[in-house]
């Protein structure tokens, strides 16, 4: 049974930093393609970032230069390293493993239950 379980969201001022962390189990996180989602109230989920089996990472635009995704292998968990944290950044995050391994995303193996960010002004 595959479970991912985020944490670190929290409030806080814009220009400051999260990181939030994705625990794996039942998957291994350097075996395919994770990403980090996000969805904000009255709007779409957007993908935020990927990080591909050989270690490639993908972003959105809007947050190249402020957020890094990556992975610790050892402890199986994701990571999204958040910087410069503006309020348009507030949502609720998820974390979820791509079913076929290629960052599409197009199929979804399981999702996190969700960690919220909120940034004030």
């Known amino acids: 049974q595959v479970q991912l379980v985020e944490s670190g969201g929290g409030s806080v001022q814009a220009g400051g930093s999260l990181r939030l962390s994705c625990a794996a189990s039942?998957?291994?996180?350097?075996?395919?393609?994770m990403g980090w989602f996000r969805q904000a109230p009255g709007k779409e989920r957007e993908r935020v970032a990927a990080?591909?089996?050989?270690?490639?990472?993908t972003y959105t635009d809007s947050v190249k230069g402020r957020f890094t995704i990556s992975r610790d292998n050892a402890k199986n968990t994701l990571y999204l390293q958040m910087s410069s944290l503006k309020p348009e950044d507030t949502a609720m995050y998820y974390c979820?493993?791509?079913?076929?391994?290629?960052?599409?995303?197009?199929?979804?193996?399981?999702w996190g239950q969700g960690t919220q960010v909120t940034v004030s002004s």
């Open positions: 979820a493993a791509d079913r076929l391994g290629t960052c599409s995303f197009r199929f979804i193996t399981s």
């Open positions: 039942g998957y291994t996180v350097s075996s395919g393609c």
């Open positions: 990080i591909s089996s050989d270690g490639k990472p």
